[in-house]
Each structure stands twice: as C-alpha cells, then as structure tokens.
C-alpha cells in the first residue's frame, strides 16, 4: 500500500470489525428482535448510552436568510440497538448523521459517545474517537480506487497500527464472499461487490457504533436486499449499534427504533418497552 495515503483521504472510513468463521451469509432476521431492549419498567441508565444527543441544532445561512436544518433535537441511543433515521428527501437526515459522528459541528448543543463529548474535542480529537469506535458505510461506497479490496480494507487497520491488518482484512473479505476478489481494484468490481468492500471495510475493526448512510441507494433492488441481509447479520453476529439513514420505509422496519425528521424537528418513535414487553 501507498504508504503516503493521508489520514485526512480517509477521514470517516478509519473505524471497523473483526470477522467471523464462515463464508456462508445466512439469512437475516430482523435487527429489532435482538436488540438489548430495556425494560418498559425501568429507564436506561447512562452506561447502556452509546450516543446522547442533547439540544442539538444546526442553522446555516443562505442568500434567503437563515435556514435551520436541525432544531432542538433531543434523544439517546442505546448499545445494541438498530435506529433507523428517516425522512424526506432533503430533511437533514445525513446532516443529522453527520453531526452524531462529529463530521459537522452543531450552531448549539452537544453529542456524547460512548460518554465522552464530540465537542468538547478538536478536529484531531473527534478523528482519533472515530477511529476507536466507530465505523461507516457510504451510498457511495467511498473506496480509493488507487487500492486493491485487500488494502482498502486494511487501511484502517493500518492507520490504527494493527500487526494482523492483513489476516484480518482477508478472513472478512471471505466472510462477505470476496475471497477470489481480494486483488481486485474498485474499477473492476461490480456496485454489490464494491459494497461488499465497504461493509468490509467497515466492520473489520470491530466499531462500536456503526453509520449507515442510504446504504443501498446506487445498487438495483435485488443487489440491495443482499447488502442489507448482509449488514444486518454481521451486525448481529458482532453486537454493534448500527445507525442507519434510509428514505425506504421497508428497510427502515427492520431496526428495532426510528427516529423521523422533519422540517428539522426529530421525532423519536422509541418502541423498546413495546418490543420488550
């Protein structure tokens, strides 16, 4: 691999997962039913908190005056669970996204995860957080087309100084059936393989939290029901809290929770003690 590829080329894409045995991907179940849900008796406590999202706004000013994207949100997201954030096309569902991953800055407001405040950290800080605990999948796949499958899901790995980068990034690359692919660049793959990449690529660190960003937007519908059986039984098999940002309602049935936005206003449709009862 390059050894000049910058920190900064890959910002969002340093944080992933470790792989499981088999090659084999079973058939998804949906992400509710085995998600850690707390009881309707009781409220969660502050250590089941992966993210804590408090009076978040986000305002920007246009040629017409100021524009509020995202006003007052308020809400927690709990480890384990499936969130599924969703809205009309231009809400501020990615803005939304971006602001939980500390990609954006908030006008007012702050965001923990996994205790420690995004905002209270620099630039440097957040990137160094990220690379710990979190990991991304993009509409866009966001490969670097100058590096094979193997190495661009080695290259978090790599930034974080892992010794096993390369056995780890192989066992999961078979793990998503990319075993005969591994040399292959971005060029030569197909939209679902180069998904397959990033999934990869996304869990091969073993994130904590992980952020789905219209996941299946530029594949066909039948290469995107793979990539979603796909993300959701690696994210079952390995526990993570999976936040994913959809228009599809159907896809969006499949997490346990949904949080709406619109007109910048978040609605928290939380259905644990439900599901628990």
Same mark, same amino acid.
């Given at each position: 691999?390059?050894?000049?590829?910058?920190? +900064?080329?890959?910002?969002?894409i340093?944080?992933f997962n470790?792989?499981?045995?088999?090659?084999?991907?079973?058939?998804a179940k949906p992400?509710?039913s085995?998600?850690q849900h707390?009881s309707s #008796?009781?409220?969660?406590?502050a250590?089941d908190e992966? $993210?804590?999202?408090?009076? $978040?706004?986000? &305002?920007?000013?246009?040629?017409?005056? %100021?524009?509020? $994207? %995202?006003?007052?949100?308020?809400?927690?997201? *709990?480890?384990?669970?499936?969130v599924?954030?969703?809205?009309a096309?231009?809400?501020?569902? +990615? @803005?939304?996204?971006?602001?939980?991953?500390?990609?954006? @800055?908030?006008?007012e407001?702050?965001?923990?995860?996994?205790?420690?405040?995004?905002?209270?950290?620099?630039?440097?800080?957040?990137?160094? /957080?990220?690379?710990?605990?979190?990991?991304?999948?993009? #509409?866009?796949?966001?490969?670097l087309?100058?590096? +094979?499958a /193997?190495?661009n899901?080695? *290259?978090?790995?790599? *930034?974080?100084g892992v010794?096993?980068?390369?056995q780890?990034?192989?066992?999961i690359l078979?793990?998503?059936g990319?075993?005969?692919?591994?040399?292959?660049?971005?060029? #030569?793959?197909?939209?679902?393989?180069?998904?397959?990449?990033?999934i990869?690529?996304?869990?091969?660190?073993?994130?904590?939290?992980?952020f789905?960003?219209?996941?299946?937007?530029?594949?066909?519908?039948?290469?995107?029901?793979?990539?979603v059986?796909l *993300?959701?039984e690696?994210?079952?098999? &390995?526990?993570? @809290?999976?936040?994913? %940002?959809t228009?599809? $309602?159907? /896809?969006?049935?499949?997490?346990?929770?949904?949080?709406t936005?619109?007109?910048?206003? %978040?609605t928290?449709?939380?259905h644990?003690?439900d599901?628990?009862?």
């Open positions: 691999m390059n050894a000049s590829t910058s920190v +900064s080329s890959v910002a969002p340093a944080e470790a792989p499981g045995a088999s090659s084999e991907i079973p058939p992400a509710g085995h998600q707390v #008796q009781s409220a969660p406590s250590t992966i $993210i804590r999202v408090s009076n $978040i706004s986000k &305002r920007v000013t246009t040629t017409d005056g %100021v524009l509020t $994207i %995202v006003n007052n949100a308020n809400f927690t997201v *709990l480890r384990g669970e499936a599924a954030v969703v809205g096309s231009g809400s501020g569902k +990615s @803005t939304l996204l971006g602001l939980m991953a500390g990609l954006d @800055t908030p006008s407001g702050d965001i923990a995860i996994n205790g420690e405040s995004l905002f209270d950290l620099d630039e440097d800080g957040r990137a160094k /957080l990220r690379g710990r605990l979190v990991g991304f999948v993009f #509409q866009s796949f966001q490969l087309p100058s590096l +094979s /193997l190495e899901v080695m *290259l978090p790995l790599e *930034l974080a010794a096993d980068a390369r780890r990034a192989l066992a078979e793990r998503v990319l075993k005969d692919r591994v040399k292959h660049y971005p060029k #030569q793959l197909s939209g679902g393989e180069q998904q397959r990449v990033a990869a690529r996304a869990f091969v660190a073993e994130p904590k939290l992980l789905a960003d219209e996941p299946t937007g530029n594949l066909d519908a039948k290469t995107g029901r793979a990539m059986d *993300l959701f690696l994210n079952r098999e &390995r526990g993570t @809290t999976l936040i994913l %940002v228009h599809d $309602i159907g /896809l969006a049935a499949r997490c346990g929770r949904r949080l936005i619109d007109a910048g206003v %978040v928290d449709e939380d644990r003690g599901m628990a009862m």
